[in-house]
């Protein structure tokens, strides 16, 4: 099966116009998921692009579209040395910092520490910045920033707002989920603190589990989708399945990401989500239909980490500053994803439990 094709106006393409063109863009973890998505659509846009990553959870595979037309380093950003990472830097107009320790949620649960390293990698990134001379910094920040208090409740209809993690007003009480919701906060914190000392321009983008292709099985969405195209049965659902997610296709977030690098400078973080919700035990049942095959039996297993109860995000700030909207519905996501699993994987006949919690099996 090959990937399904959806057409859609792409509305947010239009407002990004010429502002990429001939723009020298350097991308921290542009090998990942979403940042080799951000690569290729830079490219195409006309920018020069620089990728950096230590290739720890990003594939190069991941780049083969614009490999020919981009500069690619490998290089750790937590142990690098900062005026090898400021040379680096040197000559690049706007950064797109995507590089992170980072997984779904059984691999944050399960590597707290390891997540801690994002609190230094984040440091180089910006102070490398701006001694660098780099114009614009856009960090790809997280949902997880926000109070799990307000994540709280089944069948929520409250959407998370920006000014419910304000990381300008530090007098005030804040709180984030674990470690790496923490870790992401502080970036948001930091960034702005360069901003304000160094007058380096910047700001974060918030995203919400997020997925497509070039994802892997540590995140709810390509897990699911891997159970079934290994045909598990019993299928296993971690927690009771009806935990809430706002899911947003990875080309969403990528426009998204653009029209914040054009538009916002001052720190200001951004919502990128839909303002939608759908529990785990539903999303599984559209992968099921889409996949035509369902399991005969269903087991949900709380043992597993599942987060917080209930997330999505209010999106009018993106609307209002960026002009803005999601253009993916979760069934037209769900087809591209599929598609793309189904076109570039093979069974094995059995489900690793490994590649559900760790990078690189």
């Known amino acids: 099966m090959g990937e399904l094709k959806i057409i859609c106006p792409n509305v947010n393409e239009k407002m990004i116009n010429n502002f990429y063109e001939g723009k020298k863009v350097l991308i921290t973890g542009g090998a990942s998921f979403i940042g080799s998505h951000l690569v290729d659509k ?11 990553d230590n290739l720890s959870s990003g594939k190069l595979e991941n780049l083969k579209e614009s490999w020919s037309m981009i500069k690619f380093i490998q290089e750790n950003l937590e142990y690098v040395k900062l005026k090898k990472l400021t040379e680096i830097f040197k000559g690049h107009e706007i950064v797109f910092h995507l590089a992170a320790t980072h997984g779904g949620r059984g691999y944050i649960h399960t590597h707290p520490a390891d997540v801690c390293s994002n609190l230094s990698i984040d440091h180089h990134v910006f102070e490398a910045s701006y ?9 790809a920040s997280s949902a997880c920033v926000y109070p799990p208090k307000l994540q709280g409740k089944m069948n929520s209809n409250y959407l998370l707002k920006e000014e ?59 897990a699911l989708i891997y159970k079934a195209f290994e045909r598990m049965d019993p299928y296993v659902i971690w927690g009771n399945g009806e935990q809430e997610r706002d899911f947003t296709y990875v080309e969403d977030i990528v426009e998204g990401m653009l029209l914040a690098g054009e538009k916002i400078h001052d720190g200001t973080p951004i919502n990128l989500g839909t303002g939608k919700r759908f529990k785990i035990k539903d999303v599984a049942n559209k992968i099921f239909d889409i996949m035509g095959w369902k399991p005969r039996k269903i087991i949900f297993d709380s043992s597993k980490p599942v987060g917080v109860i209930s997330r999505a995000l209010d999106i009018s700030r993106a609307k209002r500053l960026l002009g803005w909207t999601p253009r993916f519905s979760i069934e037209d996501g769900l087809k591209k994803t599929i598609g793309w699993y189904i076109a570039s994987h093979r069974r094995s006949g059995f489900v690793d439990e490994r590649l559900l919690m760790e990078h690189g099996w």
């Not at 160094?198 to 070039?214: A, E, H, N």
């Open 42 to 52: 830079l490219v195409g846009l006309g920018a020069q692009v620089t990728v950096i």
């Open 164 to 222: 419910d993690t304000d990381p300008f007003k530090l007098e005030d009480y804040l709180s984030a989920d674990i470690e790496y919701g923490w870790a992401k906060l502080m970036g948001e914190i930091q960034l702005i603190a360069f901003i304000k000392q160094y007058g380096l321009k910047g700001c974060s983008t918030r995203f919400v589990t997020v997925y497509g292709p070039r994802e892997n099985e540590t995140h709810a969405i390509i």
């Open 131 to 139: 001694r660098a001379g780099v114009d614009k910094v856009v960090f």
